[in-house]
């Protein structure tokens, strides 16, 4: 997984070199109270996501937290995962959807928190359930939930400097004879998409390492792997609607179910005896198998959030000894 850090950490390097170099041509063109005037607005924008995107996502996706009491096995399952990741055990809940999937999410691990939705509990296995458990709590104790909340911002402050100078400044500051301002707002503009592409990119780097990270504590790659099968084709079996209503939230995902349809085409090559589910010899038969994918497949997969499936299940199967 060295080679995954190697690309985090470069990534991270450039989406921070990319707003310094955007802060400092606002600094020249426009002195350096602007400077400071986008720096403080970055850091506020920050500091309101952080403090309430946990109460935003509770909001939408109809989340309810519950005791021991009334879901035992899914609270021993999770303090157990937990236990073994050497972070505080999440807070337990239940999202009231139909789409089969779970997600984390908080302020750090001592704010965990690791939510099923009411479809998955009827779809999974015991031990697909607590891979895909294993999967949120990776999530939980890489701090990558806060990591992508931070990166986030980056392409959203350029946007909104790129506006501010394309269709407000621009034009009164260039007829008082300053400098070009204008300029500065289309290299933020340009930069607004390139950041978001390469957030995009962190966040499907963050899944192989939730993936790696569920194996470590203890999960077996083909039981993932299944729970991944089953969630695509649970997923591409729901009404569009349902789909629609997650769109803005699919990102805290394990997969992203608007591509269920596509990935459900693919994927059935894997399932070699049509069970339904991967186990060992078929994650082993991939394993040896070269992929192939079309240019369509890495068009879609550069505008997502999850990588493609086909190759995260491959990467699966690199896992099993």
């Known amino acids: 997984m060295w080679h995954m850090k190697l690309r985090m950490y470069l990534l991270l390097a450039v989406l921070f070199g990319i707003i310094y170099a955007v802060m400092t041509m606002i600094g020249a063109s426009m002195g350096m109270g602007s400077f400071y005037f986008y720096l403080?607005?970055?850091?506020?924008?920050?500091?309101?996501?952080?403090?309430?995107?946990?109460?935003?996502?509770?909001?939408?996706?109809?989340?309810?937290?519950?005791?021991?009491?009334?879901?035992?096995?899914?609270?021993?399952?999770?303090?157990?995962?937990?236990?073994?990741?050497?972070?505080?055990?999440?807070?337990?809940?239940?999202?009231?959807?139909?789409?089969?999937n779970a997600f984390a999410f908080g302020r750090g691990p001592n704010d965990g928190r690791v939510c099923v939705t009411e479809g998955i509990m009827r779809l999974l296995t015991r031990d697909e359930l607590r891979a895909v458990l294993g999967h949120e709590i990776s999530h939980l104790k890489n701090r990558d939930v806060l990591t992508i909340t931070l990166l986030s911002v980056i392409p959203i402050l350029l946007y909104r400097v790129a506006w501010h100078f394309l269709f407000f400044?621009?034009?009164?500051?260039?007829?008082?004879?300053?400098?070009?301002?204008?300029?500065?707002?289309?290299?933020?503009?340009?930069?607004?998409?390139?950041?978001?592409?390469l957030v995009l990119y962190a966040s499907r780097i963050r899944e192989y390492f939730a993936d790696?990270?569920?194996?470590?504590?203890?999960?077996?790659?083909?039981?993932?792997?299944?729970?991944?099968?089953?969630?695509?084709?649970?997923s591409a079996r729901m009404?569009?609607?349902?789909?629609?209503?997650?769109?803005?939230?699919?990102?805290?995902?394990?997969?992203?179910?608007?591509?269920?349809?596509?990935?459900?085409?693919?994927?059935r090559q894997i399932d070699l005896d049509r069970s339904g589910t991967i186990d060992s010899d078929e994650l082993q038969a991939l394993y040896s198998k070269e992929l192939r994918l079309s240019f369509a497949d890495r068009m879609m997969e550069v505008l997502s959030t999850h990588p493609n499936m086909l190759k995260r299940i491959k990467a699966l199967s690199e896992y099993q000894s």
Request: aromatic share 10%; charged share 20%; net charge positive.
């Open 212 to 234: 790696r990270g569920s194996v470590l504590l203890g999960n077996s790659p083909s039981s993932l792997a299944s729970a991944l099968y089953k969630l695509v084709y649970g």
């Open 239 to 267: 009404d569009k609607e349902a789909v629609k209503d997650v769109e803005g939230l699919k990102a805290f995902f394990v997969n992203d179910p608007s591509r269920a349809m596509n990935e459900i085409k693919e994927l």
């Open 40 to 100: 403080v607005l970055s850091l506020v924008f920050m500091l309101i996501q952080y403090m309430v995107g946990p109460r935003i996502v509770e909001w939408s996706m109809q989340v309810r937290y519950v005791d021991e009491k009334s879901q035992p096995e899914l609270h021993g399952m999770v303090a157990e995962l937990a236990h073994r990741a050497g972070i505080p055990k999440p807070r337990v809940g239940i999202a009231s959807i139909s789409i089969p």
């Open 169 to 197: 400044g621009g034009y009164g500051r260039r007829r008082e004879g300053g400098a070009n301002v204008a300029l500065v707002g289309l290299a933020a503009f340009v930069f607004y998409f390139i950041t978001n592409l």
